[in-house]
């Protein structure tokens, strides 16, 4: 049997390799972040490379940006293309109504924006990131804040019941920035039964940017699984 580590690798790379078989050619494409959506990236490049594809591609975050660049991916912009053809990206958690939270990579606004202007955003993922509920195994949800608002936005947020970090960097002293200049407070709400209702009570608040809670977006997903990929939602 495979050690832990190495499988959920192969669960990541099967989910993604499976989802890059929707991109087609002459497709405009969004380019998620982190780990699994990497290995989509790197796929894509493989496929452009062997002539199989010609697409380009609006990446959600510098990470999205640089390895797409790496892999030899045509970059391009919303101004250029308002409407993308497909985004694949990845998820922090996914509920049985296949809704997400996304942005322990610190780049949800990017990646909501880029979702929203999607035809289909198909979702990669490992067995682990299913879920009853989202708010399991104490996932917080990420939330995106004007930093002169952080402040209040906490209090706020306790005033809700929920449990607000300021997202600290690893790598030096303060807070984390995102790639609008923002920063991130991740928020413990427990259990989420009404996510919808709780998205709105959070874009409300001055200051919040965004929240990481992806609302019905999803029209696809992809579960990496030790022997086997499974695909949830539509399969036209």
Do not use: C
Request: overall charge neutral; proline content about 5%; hydrophobic content about 40%.
């Amino acid at each position: 049997m495979k050690p832990k580590k190495e499988w959920i690798e192969e669960a990541k790379r099967n989910a993604a390799l499976a989802a890059v078989k929707h991109v087609k050619d002459n497709f405009v494409i969004g380019l998620g972040s982190g780990s699994t959506a990497a290995y989509a990236i790197e796929e894509i490049g493989n496929r452009i490379k062997r002539g199989e594809i010609h697409v380009s591609a609006v990446p959600t975050s510098y990470q999205a940006f640089t390895l797409a660049v790496k892999h030899g991916i045509p970059i391009t912009t919303l101004e250029e293309h308002p409407i993308l053809d497909l985004t694949i990206d990845g998820a922090d958690q996914i509920d049985d109504e296949l809704n997400l939270i996304k942005g322990m990579g610190g780049a949800l606004t990017r990646e909501k924006i880029v979702a929203s202007a999607s035809k289909k955003l198909v979702i990669v993922a490992d067995e682990r990131k299913k879920v009853k509920f989202l708010g399991e195994n104490n996932q917080p949800v990420p939330i995106e804040v004007i930093p002169f608002a952080t402040p209040i936005v906490m209090h706020k947020i306790k005033e809700m019941g929920g449990k607000p970090l300021l997202r600290e960097s690893n790598k030096k002293v303060g807070p984390v920035i995102t790639d609008n200049g923002n920063v991130i407070i991740d928020v413990d709400f427990g259990l989420i039964h009404e996510t919808a209702e709780l998205n709105r009570k959070l874009k409300v608040l001055p200051g919040v940017v965004e929240t990481g809670l992806f609302v019905k977006m999803a029209d696809l997903i992809y579960l990496g699984e030790r022997f086997d990929v499974k695909k949830l939602g539509e399969t036209n």
